[in-house]
């Protein structure tokens, strides 16, 4: 019987094809699909290990914790501080970058993810998952800080998210087309499950929180309404509306089915004096990539999300992404 292509596997084929390429690329994702496989058993044990619940503490964006937001930060960091494959890591839980204890090996790339998103959905027990953005480290820097790390998204060397659903799924691009893999528990690997994977450049099914809907900017009241009017409506088409508020979960919809997601401006935010909800670096760039990579488009209703420059790590944007004509459309109603 075949095992299949493991995630090992496959980079390891696409290191082949890098002129100068060291292994060092391929250690990292072996340590993040590490850190992955160890939050899908933590999430997946759920109440049986007293991991649900709130962890009283509040984040640097001053949202609360959750246990299980804390704790896989927390498996984040032990999984790839160890290999020398990165310079240094920063996350949605952490208030400034995480710099490697001393005598501890130095690589060569920058970590940036959100440990778990949507953990809003783990005490009901719905689709969360792990973000991850990778940046080149500047050569010649022995503790990289956030200024290391402002980089606009188009410099993201690879990016991806880990899925905890029904099944665990591992979804990745190093900037050539998206890859998914699945977990199989009974060998403890990510097996190639699809490939080249694309998104439909049209499509019938939008999701917004629409209990934000008196606070959005017109172009976005616009674009909804006309969803809402359907077939008689200028679309000339029928939608269907989804909420999951987990974006990972939103994101793997769109690649399997096309779609459009939005977390768009809107004056609540804005009264706030923020400049979105989503986080920039954490877990617009790193969606936008796998977005744009599968032939949809990923916008902020006014720029390309991959073309923002950030001013600081735990910036916010607004997140128009999915099927490239609806999200034209959208980013048309906004000029
Ligand atoms: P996180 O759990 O990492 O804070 O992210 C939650 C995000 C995103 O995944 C989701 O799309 C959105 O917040 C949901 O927001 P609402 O609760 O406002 O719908
Ligand atoms: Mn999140
Ligand atoms: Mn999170």
């Known amino acids: 019987m075949r095992i299949g292509t493991t995630l090992t596997n496959y980079i390891i084929d696409n290191q082949r094809h890098i002129p100068g390429a060291t292994g060092e690329f391929t250690g ?17 044990k759920g109440g049986l290990v007293n991991v649900l619940g709130s962890a009283d503490t509040e984040n640097v964006q001053g949202e609360q914790q959750k246990k299980l937001d804390v ?15 990165i310079a240094a890591l920063a996350s949605e839980e952490m208030d400034s970058v995480y710099h490697l204890p001393d005598g501890k090996p130095r690589g060569k790339y920058l970590l940036l993810c959100d440990p ?14 792990t973000i991850f953005s990778i940046l080149k480290a500047p050569e ?8 290391e790390f402002l980089k606009p998204g188009t410099e993201q060397v690879a990016a991806g998210y880990c899925l905890y659903g029904p099944s665990t799924m591992l979804v990745l691009t190093t900037g050539n087309g998206v890859t998914m893999f699945t977990l199989d528990r009974d060998i403890g690997e990510f097996l190639l499950t699809r490939k080249n994977v694309t998104i439909d450049a049209d499509t019938r099914e939008f999701a917004i929180n629409v209990s934000n809907q008196r606070f959005w ?14 077939r008689e409506g200028p679309l000339g088409k029928d939608f269907n509306m989804r909420w999951v508020a987990s974006m990972v979960a939103e994101v793997h919809r769109i690649l399997t089915r096309g779609g459009i997601f939005m977390y768009p401006m809107d004056s609540k935010i804005q009264a706030s004096g923020k400049q979105g909800k989503l986080r920039l670096m954490y877990e617009a760039n790193p969606m936008a990539s796998i977005i744009e990579q599968a032939g949809g488009a990923a916008s902020t209703g006014r720029q390309r999300i991959l073309e923002v420059q950030p001013e600081e790590i735990h910036q916010r944007v607004p997140v128009i992404l999915g099927s490239r004509n609806e999200v034209k459309r959208v980013a048309a109603y906004h000029a």
């Open 140 to 147: 010649g820097v022995d503790n990289p800080g956030e200024r």
């Open 71 to 85: 704790i896989s930060n927390q498996i984040v960091i032990d999984a790839l501080q160890h290999n020398g494959t």
């Open 217 to 230: 900017e017109a172009p976005v009241q616009r674009y909804i309404a006309e969803c809402q009017q359907g």
């Open 116 to 129: 778990l998103d949507g953990s809003s959905n783990i005490d009901v027990n719905v689709s969360v998952g």
């Open 28 to 44: 990292l994702l072996n340590d993040i699909a590490v850190a992955c496989k160890k939050i899908a058993d933590v999430v997946n």
